[in-house]
C-alpha cells in the first residue's frame, strides 16, 4: 500500500489503541451492556438467525455477553479463527465461555472448524474495527483478514462493525482493497452509512 497511507493508518491506530488502553473496568462493563442491547435490537430488526461475531479482547467493546445470550435463544454465531495464510475459519459459539488462544494471541472458539465458505450462510455479519468514518469506511488492526474475507464472499449480507462512540470518525485513510461496512453498533446506537 501506498506509504503515506500505511504511515497514517499505524499511527491513527496507536492513538485509538491507547485510548482503549486507558477505560476504566466500570467504563468497558457499561460498554458491553450497551453493546449487547444494541446489538440484540440489531439482529431482531434483521430477524437475523444465523451471524457471525467475534471474541472480544479486554480492551475491544465487549461482544462476550451478546454472544452467549444469543446462543442461549437459538441464534447461531460463527466466530473466527485466525489462519497464517491470511483467511479465516469459524467455529460455531456453543454458548461455554472456553476459549484458545490462537495465532495472533487472539481469544478463539474451541469446536468444530468450519473453513471460510462456512460464513456464506450467514444472515448477518458483526465485525470488529479500530474506527470507521461516515461514508462506513473500516479500518482494523492492520493484517487485512476482514478485507478479504469480505472481498471474497458470493453475497454479501449487511455488515455491521463494533466501535466505541468516539471511533467513528470524519474520515479514515483508505487503500484501495478497504472494504466499507453497512453501518456500525456502539455501545450507544446503531448507524447507517453513508451519515449525512
Ligand atoms: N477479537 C478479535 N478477533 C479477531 C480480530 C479482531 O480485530 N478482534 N480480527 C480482525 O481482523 C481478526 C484478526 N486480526 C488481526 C489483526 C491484526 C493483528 C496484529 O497483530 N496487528 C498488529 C498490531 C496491532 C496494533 O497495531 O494494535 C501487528 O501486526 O503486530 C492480529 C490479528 C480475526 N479475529
Ligand atoms: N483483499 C485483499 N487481498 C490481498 N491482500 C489484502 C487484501 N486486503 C488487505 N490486504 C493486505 O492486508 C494488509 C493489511 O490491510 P489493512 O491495513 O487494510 O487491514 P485492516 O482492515 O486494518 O485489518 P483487519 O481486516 O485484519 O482488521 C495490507 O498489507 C494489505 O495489502
Redesign the pocket.
Known sequence: MPAEIDHAKRAL??DL?ERRALLSDQQRAAAEAGITARLDELIAARGARSVSC????TT?PGTRAFIRAAVARGIRVLL?I?RADGL?DWAVADGDDEVNIGL?G??EPTGEILNPMALDEVDLLIV?AAAVDRSGMRM????G??DRTLGSMQKCPPVYAVVFDSEILDEVPRDVHDQPVTGAVTPLRTVVFPLS
Do not use: D, K, M, V
Open positions: 491506530r496507536a489503541r467475534f471474541l472480544s479482547t475491544e473466527p485466525t479465516l495472533h487472539l481469544p470488529p482494523g488492526w492492520g493484517r483478514y476482514f
